[in-house]
C-alpha cells in the first residue's frame, strides 16, 4: 500500500527565501507525481505534474524534482511572496489504475 | 476549458439525515474520483470510476455512502444516514488517466457539516 510522507507539516519564511518543500513515497512503481495548492476552503489547483520517467518539470518560480529510486520528490519555491502562503499538497498515482495517494500537505506562510 | 464542476458548495444536515453531491468532470475524461478531506489532512479517495465501472471503492463506507456514474459523464455522491465524523469536504476529481498524462483536475468541494 502505497504510504507518502510531506515533511515539515508546517513551514514559515520571510518574503523573498527561497524555500524546499519534500515529499517521500513507499512504493517507487509510480505512474506519475503530482504538486497541488491548496488556498483555505478552496479545491486543489495542479501546479506541476512529473511523469515517472522524468526527473523534473519547471513552471515560473516553481521546479519539482522526482527520484523514484529513493521514493522522493521535491518541490522548490524561489523568492517567495505572501501570496505563495497556502497548503501544498503532493499526489502520487499508481501504474495499475491511476489511483492516486495523497500526503497530508505541508502549509507555508510567507510573512511581509 | 470548463473545469470540474460540484454542487452544492456547503450543505449543513443533522446526523442520520441523508445528503448527495453532484460532480460533472471535464468534458471527454474518462476516470472521475471522490475524495473525502479532513481538516488538516490530504484527501482520501472514496472511489474511483473509469467510464461507468468502478475501479476502486475500496475505502468506501459502503454501509451508508454510495456512488453512481449514469453514462459516464455525472456523478453523485450520497451519504444516508450521515454520522458527526462525515463532517469534512468532498472533493471530486476528473483525469485523462487511461493512456495519456493521468493529470488530476479538482472541483472547489463540497464542504459538509453534520451537527
Known amino acids: 500500500k502505497q504510504e507518502v510522507t510531506q515533511i515539515p507539516a508546517a513551514l514559515s519564511v520571510p518574503e523573498g527565501e527561497n524555500l524546499v518543500l519534500n515529499c517521500s513515497f513507499t512504493?517507487?512503481?509510480?505512474?506519475?507525481l503530482q504538486w497541488f495548492r491548496q488556498d483555505p476552503g478552496k479545491g486543489l489547483t495542479s501546479l506541476l505534474l512529473?511523469?515517472?520517467?522524468?526527473r523534473e518539470q519547471t513552471s515560473g518560480r516553481l521546479n519539482a524534482s522526482l527520484d523514484k529510486s529513493s521514493g522522493r520528490s521535491t518541490l522548490y519555491i524561489a523568492a517567495s511572496q505572501p501570496g505563495d502562503s497556502a497548503t501544498y499538497l503532493c499526489a502520487v498515482s499508481d501504474t495499475n489504475a491511476g489511483k492516486s495517494t495523497f500526503g497530508d500537505g505541508t502549509t507555508l506562510t510567507v510573512k511581509p | 476549458e470548463a473545469g470540474v464542476a460540484q454542487s452544492p458548495r456547503y450543505k449543513i444536515i443533522e446526523k442520520r439525515q441523508s445528503v448527495a453531491f453532484w460532480c460533472n468532470p471535464i468534458s471527454g475524461h474518462a476516470t472521475l474520483y471522490w475524495y473525502q478531506q479532513i481538516l488538516g489532512q490530504g484527501p482520501k479517495l472514496l472511489i474511483q470510476?473509469?467510464?461507468?465501472?468502478?475501479?476502486?471503492d475500496s475505502q468506501l463506507p459502503k454501509d451508508r455512502f454510495s456512488a453512481e456514474r449514469l453514462k459516464g459523464v455525472d456523478s453523485t455522491l450520497k451519504i444516508q444516514p450521515a454520522k458527526l465524523e462525515d463532517s469534512a469536504v468532498y472533493l471530486c476529481?476528473?483525469?485523462?488517466?487511461?493512456?495519456?498524462?493521468?493529470?488530476?483536475?479538482f472541483g472547489e468541494g463540497s464542504r459538509l457539516t453534520v451537527l
Open positions: 512529473i511523469q515517472s520517467s522524468q
Open positions: 512504493d517507487s512503481a509510480i505512474y506519475n
Open positions: 476529481a476528473s483525469s485523462d488517466w487511461d493512456g495519456l498524462t493521468g493529470e488530476l483536475f
Open positions: 470510476f473509469q467510464n461507468n465501472g468502478v475501479v476502486d
